[in-house]
C-alpha cells in the first residue's frame, strides 16, 4: 500500500471553495479506493493519501494538475503494511468547528500515523495555533 505526503499552496489566481474541494476529493477518493487525511488552514494544503499504489499515483497526478494548487511539494512517499489512517476520507475543520476542539480531533486521528507523518501534521498545527 502506498502512502504519499504532500503540502501546496492556495494558487492566487483561483478562487478556492474548502468545501467544494472536500466534495470532489471525498467521491474521487472513495471510487479510487484512496483514504487519508486533508488539512488546511485556507491557504495550505497538507494531506496524505493510502491506497494502492495506481490510484494514489492517478489521485495525485490529478491534484498535481489542479489550477488550485500550485507549489506541490511531496515530504514522503512510501510502501506501508496497513493504512495508518482507516477508513478517512478527509478530516477538515468546518466553520462551527472550534480551534481547540479540531486540533484535538486531528491529533487523536494521527495517533496510529508514523512518527514523520504525526510530526509534520502537528508542525502545521502548531504554525497556525502560533499566527
Do not use: C
Amino acid at each position: 500500500m502506498r502512502q504519499l505526503l504532500y503540502i501546496s499552496s492556495k494558487s492566487p489566481k483561483e478562487a478556492v471553495s474548502v468545501g467544494g474541494i472536500l466534495i470532489q476529493s471525498r467521491r474521487n477518493n472513495e471510487a479510487a479506493g484512496v483514504t487519508g487525511l486533508l488539512y488546511t488552514d485556507g491557504y495550505r494544503f497538507l494531506q496524505v493519501l493510502e491506497g494502492k499504489r495506481g490510484a494514489v499515483t492517478e489521485t495525485f497526478d490529478r491534484i498535481k494538475a489542479d489550477a488550485r494548487h500550485q507549489a506541490v511539494v511531496v515530504l514522503s512517499d512510501r510502501e506501508v503494511g496497513e493504512r495508518e489512517f482507516g477508513a478517512w476520507s478527509m478530516a477538515h475543520r468546518g466553520p462551527a468547528d472550534e480551534a481547540d476542539s479540531f486540533d484535538a480531533r486531528i491529533t487523536r486521528m494521527l495517533a496510529g500515523a508514523s512518527a514523520s507523518v504525526r510530526g509534520t501534521f502537528l508542525g502545521l498545527v502548531a504554525a497556525r495555533r502560533a499566527a
